[in-house]
T-cell receptor, first 111, second 110 residues
Framework: DAGVTQSPTHLIKTRGQHVTLRCSPI?????VSWYQQVLGQGPQFIFQ???????GRGNFPDRFSARQFPNYSSELNVNALLLGDSALYLC??????????FGSGTRLTVV | GQQVMQIPQYQHVQEGEDFTTYCNSS?????IQWYKQRPGGHPVFLIQ?????EVKKQKRLTFQFGEAKKNSSLHITATQTTDVGTYFC??????????FGAGTTVTVRA
């Protein structure tokens, strides 16, 4: 079985642009969460979706949005990129919430 | 909002020695999870603790959840070079919105 897959693996964007990151959860996992990890820090919760509904949102501005599709894959969108948005964006899926499987992440660099 | 603190931030260990990393939450948690992240990698789930006072072991790793469900610890015995990485605790007052600590980065001297 494939694990959690994320695309792209690396991305370079210019300030003010927008970006879409994609995530496919483990087959059968209906919960997808997004995290932002800045170098040297722990992952910070952005969103969780379950059965296509938003279950929770972290302390991120409205420039960040997400959605989950009928096949449980998910997209994270970030508008009006700032230099401070440079980070590793992690997607995690879970069957029951008893432990999350993370993807390898998308390394976003904003220049 | 909820905050999860971890100490120490860095742990330099001689191979074969034991060490402990600690995790404290500002609020009561429904569960605590531990993850390990190798350099350049992504977090990998190690274990979840749910019950007050719960203790679980995985080979040389011992995890404990405090009686008040606001703190946890990870103890590693006989440290090996394979233990290198950053260990994160993550807690939540509900079933989602995990709050991660800043992690304890472990280096091992052979």
């Amino acid at each position: 079985d494939a694990g959690v897959t994320q695309s792209p693996t690396h991305l370079i964007k210019t300030r003010g642009q927008h970006v879409t990151l994609r995530c496919s959860p483990i087959s059968g996992h209906k919960s997808v969460s997004w995290y932002q990890q800045v170098l040297g820090q722990g992952p910070q919760f952005i969103f969780q979706y379950y059965e296509k509904e938003e279950r929770g949102r972290g302390n991120f501005p409205d420039r960040f949005s997400a959605r989950q599709f009928p096949n449980y894959s998910s997209e994270l969108n970030v508008n009006a990129l700032l230099l401070g948005d440079s980070a590793l964006y992690l997607c995690a899926s879970s069957l029951t919430g008893d432990g999350y499987t993370f993807g390898s992440g998308t390394r976003l660099t904003v220049v | 909002g909820q905050q999860v603190m971890q100490i120490p931030q860095y742990q330099h260990v001689q191979e074969g020695e034991d060490f402990t990393t600690y995790c404290n939450s500002s609020t009561t948690l429904s569960n605590i999870q531990w993850y390990k992240q190798r350099p350049g990698g992504h977090p990998v789930f190690l274990i979840q603790l749910v019950k007050s006072g719960e203790v679980k072991k995985q080979k040389r790793l011992t995890f404990q959840f405090g009686e008040a469900k606001k703190n946890s610890s990870l103890h590693i015995t006989a440290t090996q070079t394979t233990d290198v990485g950053t260990y994160f605790c993550a807690g939540s007052p509900n079933d989602y919105k995990l709050s991660f600590g800043a992690g304890t980065t472990v280096t091992v001297r052979a």
